[in-house]
């Protein structure tokens, strides 16, 4: 079983910057794909980025290209989310997720590929 605890979200003004972490306990993460993923109140939960075991593939969503980044440090059972650029309308709570696949070199872009997730975080960006 793997643990997922979400950190760094709160109130930032538009534009601004945030990086939100994900620490996992538990089974060993470190082969596993993770995501990250938000949801807005009265909104289905949307794929926001993806990184493989390795780090050594990412996927965005058209949305955040450019501005967001996801990254890992395995020696640390941790993610990250970078944010930067932020506008209002993506205020949400943000979670993080593994796929629960071993050395699985996919990155999966939808909720249904993974199997673990966080509580989440919510950011909340002022106008």
């Known amino acids: 079983q793997v643990q997922l605890v979400e950190s760094g979200g709160g109130l930032v003004q538009a534009g601004g910057s945030l990086r939100l972490s994900c620490a996992a306990s538990g089974r060993t993460f470190t082969y596993y794909a993770m995501g990250w993923f938000r949801q807005a109140p009265g909104k289905e939960r949307e794929f926001i980025a993806a990184i493989t075991w390795t780090g050594g593939t990412t996927k965005y969503a058209d949305f955040v290209k450019g501005r967001f980044t996801i990254a890992r440090d395995n020696t640390k059972n941790t993610v990250y989310l970078q944010m930067n650029t932020l506008k209002p309308e993506e205020t949400a709570v943000y979670y993080c997720?593994?796929?629960?696949?071993?050395?699985?070199?996919?990155?999966?872009?939808?909720?249904?590929?993974?199997?673990?997730w966080g509580q989440g975080t919510q950011v909340t960006v002022t106008s």
């Open positions: 997720a593994g796929d629960g696949v071993d050395y699985s070199d996919l990155a999966p872009t939808t909720a249904s590929g993974y199997v673990y």
